[in-house]
């Protein structure tokens, strides 16, 4: 019961720095979408990868409890 515990609280402290990350990810490519004007074909598969890659990190975030 108290290993149980431990793990909860673990689990509850990396899923809250992976929320946190996740939060400078999605402001930094925000910021790169207004900055960069014209954007070229590369950098815009790169946000977008970078964006749906944060998006399904996100949603496995969301099924821990």
Same mark, same amino acid.
Do not use: G
């Given at each position: 019961?108290? $290993?149980?515990?431990?793990?909860?609280?673990?689990?509850?402290?990396?899923?809250?720095?992976?929320?946190?990350?996740? *939060? $400078?990810?999605?402001?930094?490519?925000?910021?790169?979408?207004?900055?960069?004007? $014209? %954007? $070229?074909? +590369?950098?815009?598969?790169?946000? +977008?990868?970078?964006?749906? *890659?944060?998006?399904?990190? +996100?949603?496995?975030?969301?099924?821990? %409890?």
């Amino acid at each position: 019961m108290e $290993n149980e515990r431990v793990d909860l609280k673990a689990i509850r402290l990396i899923k809250h720095d992976i929320k946190n990350q996740l *939060s $400078n990810i999605h402001l930094a490519l925000d910021t790169i979408k207004h900055e960069v004007i $014209n %954007p $070229n074909e +590369d950098v815009k598969f790169c946000v +977008d990868t970078i964006a749906a *890659s944060a998006a399904k990190i +996100d949603a496995l975030i969301k099924q821990i %409890p």
